[in-house]
């Protein structure tokens, strides 16, 4: 192994960590882990539930839906 190999290895290195560190700075600065507990207790509701917001719009479009 040469000295120029282990430049541009060394190089493509510090290329990595910074954009690995870039992705890592933009996810924190863009709130992506704010609601970490939200998520896990979601997945526990049921889904029928008409107090979900989701549903509840579900619901009422079915209910506006003219039918033959």
């Not at 939200?38 to 579900?58: E, S, T, V």
Request: net charge negative; charged share 20%; hydrophobic share 45%.
């Amino acid at each position: 192994m040469n000295l120029t190999s282990l430049v541009l290895q060394l190089g493509l290195t510090f290329v990595f960590i910074g954009f690995a560190a870039a992705g890592i700075l933009w996810a924190i600065r863009s709130g992506q882990y704010d609601d970490l507990e939200g998520p896990a207790q979601r997945i526990l509701m049921d889904d029928d539930d008409p107090m979900i917001p989701f549903n509840h719009l579900k619901s009422g479009a079915n209910q506006n839906r003219i039918t033959k």
